[in-house]
């Protein structure tokens, strides 16, 4: 496998991000390539002939050795390469992503946002409890311990040290450390800084103060037969009716949060750029390649006339451009296939999934890579590379292209396929308005799908409803 077709294989799988930085980082140590402007690129295709002798230059330097080698062995031998090559491909693929933003703000101040217009970074909770420290603590050594403490407390809240542990390679006596601990629990958010769930359920039952009442028993000694919905159980030893005991898990469900750190969580916002846009027009659906954000690059002109100047420079020099140049042809003609290996894969797709498009998830059909790859003649690497971190802008929303490759069932009734994901839905929609009194069994669920023409097991039911974090009947049960 040639250097070129493994740069080649890499474009495909690159997302939108990888892509741009990988083209960013060939810019930078590459002096042959070179970014196109907007003035450069809206420049008729005449205004790149600075004179008729710079003309005929750049056409003997296409005439050369290098560049015949470039056509012989270029877009067919890519395109038959990337069609044809199977698994083995696999070992060549790798992260291309350095992580690094080329990006820069240019603009003079003028230009710049106002203060107000500037986002800043929320407070995170170990900056919000180092806030309450500085206002509440002066001595010295109980201000170090509580500062241990908050650097051992997780996002959730839970202090995940012990004493034992905190004091290792400190002075501080462990009733200085207990009693930080402790200086820490009276913060908010209330419980923030307990060992367990049951520690940080009791802090806030203390704080609002409920001490002494069921909602504090409950908690203390039967927080596990809570979670099982054992109410029955829980009445019978407290001695008191299982309406009491449903009006107490209300508060301790509604009004207590087992996770206090939550509010401060980090919550980054994460942008999907589609890289293909989907677009009914008429009673057609037209595909369209989504370009935008992608460097527009070139051959430098000036090294061609260098390369047809035989003279010009010394053979270290001229072998040094030649692979240079080699290089950037390669680039862009992986782009090209890479661009339009991602249309034909989508416009298979749009083939298949049109009903999808018109009506939504209850009309995706069940698709395997090898549907597309046969429709496309490609192989089922290629559709799996190509399908990897792209997303598909269409009438019903933004989607991976892998979602739309699932398995599925044929109905008893009119022989139809329809996708698991399809199935998923219904399965949803089923528990989304059952009875709570009365919450539909996996059995039931089955029978029902029975019912519509899908025929399937309980325990693909019960599969179906823990991926979708469904939890089973006993727990999805209330009592009314």
Not at 413 to 438: C, F, H, N, W, Y
Request: aromatic share 6%; glycine share 4%; hydrophobic share 35%.
């Amino acid at each position: 496998m040639t250097p070129q077709l493994q740069q080649a294989i890499k474009l495909l799988q690159l997302s939108r991000l990888e892509l741009a930085q990988s083209i960013s980082q060939e810019l930078i140590e590459n002096p042959i390539l070179e970014e196109l402007s907007p003035d450069m690129a809206d420049e008729a295709p005449g205004a790149e002939s600075e004179s008729a002798a710079e003309t005929a230059a750049d056409r003997a330097a296409e005439e050369q050795p290098l560049q015949r080698e470039a056509d012989v062995e270029g877009e067919t031998e890519l395109k038959s390469e990337i069609d044809q090559v199977g698994p083995q491909w696999d070992e060549y693929l790798q992260d291309m992503s350095d992580g690094r933003d080329y990006g820069t703000f240019e603009a003079d101040d003028s230009e710049r946002p106002s203060y107000d217009q500037t986002l800043t970074r929320m407070p995170t909770l170990s900056d919000h409890l180092l806030w309450q420290l500085r206002l509440s603590v002066s001595d010295p050594a109980l201000l170090a311990a509580c500062e241990a403490v908050i650097g051992n407390i997780d996002d959730d809240g839970y202090l995940r040290s012990s004493v034992d542990e905190l004091l290792e390679d400190r002075k501080t006596g462990r009733a200085v450390m207990e009693q930080a601990i402790r200086t820490i629990q009276r913060f908010e958010p209330l419980g923030v800084g307990a060992r367990d769930l049951k520690e940080c359920l009791l802090i806030q039952v203390q704080a609002l103060g409920m001490q002494g009442t069921l909602v504090e028993k409950i908690i203390q000694d039967h927080l596990s037969d809570l979670e099982k919905r054992k109410y029955q159980q829980i009445a019978k030893v407290l001695n008191v009716t299982p309406q009491d005991v449903m009006e107490a898990s209300k508060v301790i469900i509604h009004e207590l949060e087992p996770k206090p750190g939550r509010p401060y969580a980090a919550s980054d916002t994460h942008y999907v750029v589609p890289d293909v846009y989907v677009v009914k027009v008429e009673d057609r659906y037209e595909i369209q390649l989504n370009d935008e954000g992608f460097p527009r690059v070139r051959i430098n002109p000036y090294y061609r006339r260098i390369l047809a100047q035989k003279d010009s420079v010394d053979k270290t020099t001229r072998d040094y451009i030649e692979e240079r140049l080699r290089s950037a042809q390669w680039l862009i003609k992986g782009m090209e296939q890479r661009n339009k290996t991602i249309y034909k894969v989508a416009e298979s797709i749009v083939k298949f999934q049109h009903e999808f498009l018109e009506h939504g998830i209850s009309q995706l059909k069940p698709m395997v890579l090898k549907d597309v790859a046969e429709d496309i003649s490609m192989h089922e690497s290629t559709i799996s590379r190509v399908t990897t971190s792209k997303y598909m802008h269409t009438p019903q929303g933004i989607y991976p292209l892998k979602f739309f490759f699932t398995t599925g069932f044929t109905t008893a009734g009119s022989g139809t396929e329809v996708s698991s994901l399809t199935v998923k839905d219904v399965i949803q929609k089923m528990i989304r308005e059952e009875d709570p009194a009365a919450p539909l069994k996996d059995q039931q669920i089955v029978e029902a799908l029975k019912v519509r023409g899908i025929d399937i097991a309980r325990r693909t039911v019960a599969k179906y409803r823990e991926e979708l974090r469904i939890p089973p009947t006993s727990v999805r049960k209330r009592m009314t």
